[in-house]
């Protein structure tokens, strides 16, 4: 089953629709152009991206702005939809509301997971504690909503990208 988005940058806004996803490879329409990428979480957290005489690394993570892409020097960050909350939410921009995935931006251990499912949680609230280095750092819902699945357990290491947390819109 495709899976379709609405993804933002600034004034731009590009449809996106993953046609195909096998977890290292998949098959993307960006408007009317389709491509086969192939994806590999690296152990340092950084992502390849590679296809059609494309290669790139690449680090992601979620700020409160939306998803930030680091490639060298450069950042951009981009503002990713789910297209039906898109329409719904009749273009609203903000994420506030809406759910999504929480992942880990780093590799490290779950130290705490202060939340529980069905929890309603507003923007920026503390979903879980990774310890990275001796420190520990929180792991914030970029947007509103309910918690819908946990997907890991306090005191599991995990690799950056790991899914931590679902959450789902609050209607």
């Known amino acids: 089953m495709a899976s379709e988005y609405v993804v933002k940058r600034g004034e731009a806004q590009h449809n996106v629709t993953v046609l195909e996803d096998d977890g290292s490879r998949v098959r993307v329409r960006i408007g009317e152009r389709e491509a086969t990428l192939t994806l590999t979480r690296l152990p340092d957290g950084r992502l390849a991206l590679q ?32 297209a039906r909350e898109q329409y719904l939410h009749g273009g609203a921009g903000k994420r506030g509301g809406s759910g999504g995935r929480i992942t880990a931006s780093m590799p490290g251990r779950v130290v705490r997971i202060p ?14 504690v990774l310890e990275a280095m001796k420190m520990e750092n929180d792991v914030r819902a970029p947007g509103g909503g309910r918690v819908a699945a946990i997907e890991v357990q306090e005191g599991a290491a995990v690799e950056a990208g790991a899914l931590l947390v679902q959450m789902e819109p609050v209607t």
């Open 115 to 128: 939340v529980k499912v069905g929890d309603i949680l507003p923007e920026g609230a503390v979903v879980a």
């Open 51 to 82: 296809g059609e005489g494309l290669q790139r690394l690449y680090r992601t993570f979620e700020s409160r702005q939306g998803l930030v892409v680091v490639e060298g020097s450069a950042q951009r960050t981009f503002e990713v939809l789910d």
